[in-house]
């Protein structure tokens, strides 16, 4: 697909590291798949993979995680 923030380059798909934040928690997820746009390197996730960050995001918050750097799909 074409990039829709620069315009001019492809998306490719590869990994991306996703940061979230919510109040005092930060959760750093390593090994995202996304489309990366090759030309300035904007990440597109799919609705599926956003869905499942946003569950994980919410389980550490309710575990009291104030940071932690995961990989995404690990048990």
């Known amino acids: 697909m074409k990039c829709v923030i620069c315009k001019n380059g492809e998306t490719q798909a590869r990994t991306a590291t996703v940061t ?10 390593k090994q995202v798949p996304a489309d ?4 300035c390197g904007e990440e597109y996730l799919s609705s599926d993979v956003s869905e499942k960050l946003l569950k994980e995001a919410d389980g550490a918050q309710k575990s009291g995680v104030q940071v932690d750097v995961r990989t995404f799909g690990a048990a």
């Open 20 to 29: 979230l934040e919510r109040g005092n928690m930060t959760l750093v997820i």
């Open 36 to 39: 990366v746009c090759g030309n």
